[in-house]
């Protein structure tokens, strides 16, 4: 792509400290509030967001539970001691695959909508103009296919890390704790791609750019990511977050990336 090509290189811009990425939710909401022509592209993937939510949360979310719930009343013995601990670690782990997969669908079929939030936020945040967007059915064409491109490509990357993690099990002692702390640092990455992609999207960067351009924000972008990563695990509020994540990488693109010609 000639877009993607007429950036060599990704440097930080205002680089924070390490929790300068937790405010920008928080700043994400005061600009929404005080901005109310930002709403015309929230209210529809909202509601896009709520008719998939009811979805995941009536069918995956109610099947997986009753599952749990059969698996945890046929232990017996010494096992039931655990049963309580297993219960809820199986329950949290449900509840983060239903958000997991609500925010992929959720990201997916409101890109249009988050679209234009994220570049109107440009020129009222930054005030700049992000790269005009192309036109005509065949720039929707390529754009509906990097977009599925995209989700593939973090989809192999998801399954290349989570087989890494498994096969740490193995290592007696510290297998666990490097499978808690890659996991978690795989759901850091995969949010930092989600919210930060409208605008490096519309620079037609590659997805190895848009990952350098992740790793030269860090620290700050492991933070932001961490709390983007809570907000739509937790359910319900899932819902409402993913709009506002957008904004908010919207903001951290503003301050903490510069992309160099």
Known sequence: ????????????????????????PFRALSIINRTPGLWRYILIPIGINILVGITFYVGLLLAGL??????VSNMTGLEAIFAVFLQAFLVVGLLIVTGFLLVRFGVVLGSPWYSQL?????????????????????????DIARSLLFEL??????????????????????????????????????????????????????FRAKLKVIWQSLPASASFGLICFGLVSIPFLNLLSIPLCITAGTLFFCDQVRLVR
């Open 118 to 142: 994220s570049e109107r936020l440009e020129q009222v945040y930054a005030g700049q103009s992000s790269p005009p967007a192309p036109t005509g059915m065949r720039a929707i064409a390529i």
């Open 153 to 206: 490509k973090k989809l192999l990357l998801v399954l290349l890390i989570a087989l890494v993690l498994f096969l740490c099990n193995f290592l007696p002692l510290v297998g666990q704790l490097i499978t808690m702390a890659g996991g978690m640092g795989l759901g850091i990455l995969i949010a930092c791609l989600d919210f930060l992609d409208p605008p490096l999207e519309r620079r037609r960067l590659s």
């Open 66 to 71: 009753r599952v749990i719930d059969t698996l």
């Open 1 to 24: 792509m000639a877009g993607e090509r007429s950036f060599r290189s990704a440097a930080p811009h205002a680089r924070g400290g390490l929790f300068a990425g937790l405010i920008y």
